[in-house]
């Protein structure tokens, strides 16, 4: 296999997991309140929306979906723990932005 065909195929692998994690993330910050959940504040859940949706190369679910893959693992639950990593990078990002107010 050539160099470009290798770039090709990872690119695609990395595009099409990028996509299901998107859609994952969609789906678990979903306004819709599932049974036996407590209501979400609203304006919350916009901020986590707006933090963890919409952009982003997505290397960190890559990884672990790939890697559970390696250990012939997959499916809906590779997905979620994709997104949760997904989710507590976008936090770090957040958090990281927020003023230091420790004095």
Known sequence: M???A???LFRSR???VAAATE??????LSPLVRPGEIERPARLLES???ASLGGGKRLRPFLVV?????FGA?????????AALEMVH???LVHDDLPAMDD
Request: a negative charge; glycine letters at 8%.
């Open 66 to 70: 790939e890697s559970a893959r390696l």
């Open 90 to 92: 976008c936090y770090s």
């Open 74 to 82: 997959g499916g809906e639950g590779v997905l979620r723990a994709a």
């Open 48 to 50: 986590m929306r707006y």
């Open 2 to 4: 050539t160099e470009r």
């Open 23 to 28: 859609s994952m993330l969609d789906t678990l």
């Open 6 to 8: 290798t770039a090709h």
């Open 14 to 16: 990395l595009d099409e």
